[in-house]
């Protein structure tokens, strides 16, 4: 297992990827002392950690590198890059529309369900279908990510159990899954 910088040609696929699906540059993700390192094993898992931490790993004799190191905020499978669940804070960093959802709409994200209109609180951002959300609680937790199945004009029209917002990423996943 290696745990090292995060090259070149990583970088510019993670960048693809970012500008296709949030529309921002991967700059826009990452805080001035951030550093994204790749952990190679299985997969190439990219993990998010601060400068700091990266001098302190270098000090380490190669039989103590840990396991894991900072956020894993996704993983390298083939060509395409995927964003893991814990990257969802990462995300948030980026000005990106929210939607806020009831009790309801809160519970049936976290079970990785899409979600209907009477699961969502706020009207919709004024956005294309197709586009990205981040699905909030009341209390402003990042819950998941979404992506716009209708139009929001759409929204007023809709009945209460058509489906408005496919949950991409939930938090949820953990209680599912268990990795």
């Not at 991967?26 to 190679?40: G, I, K, S």
């Not at 009945?159 to 209680?175: A, F, H, N, S």
Request: one cysteine or more.
């Amino acid at each position: 297992m290696i745990i090292r910088e995060i090259h070149d040609a990583e970088r510019l696929r993670m960048q693809e990827i970012v500008k296709k699906q949030f529309k921002k540059d991967l700059t826009n993700l990452l805080e001035q002392d951030d550093v994204l390192l790749v952990r190679e094993g299985k997969w190439k898992e990219v993990y998010l950690t601060s400068r700091c931490l990266l001098e302190f790993l270098e000090n380490i004799r190669n039989d103590n590198v840990p396991r894991h190191v900072g956020i894993r905020i996704g993983r390298f499978r083939r060509d395409s890059f995927r964003f893991d669940v814990e990257s969802l804070d990462v995300i948030a960093r980026l000005s990106m529309p929210r939607v806020v959802l009831l009790e309801k709409g809160e519970q049936t994200a976290l079970y990785g369900r899409n979600i209907p209109k009477s699961g969502i609180k706020t009207p919709l951002p004024e956005l294309n279908k197709n586009a990205f959300v981040l699905l909030e609680n009341e209390q402003g937790d990042v819950l998941g990510l979404g992506k716009m199945l209708k139009d929001p004009k759409s929204f007023m029209a809709a009945l209460p159990k058509e489906i408005m917002i496919e949950v991409i990423l939930d938090r949820g996943w953990y209680i599912r899954k268990g990795h």
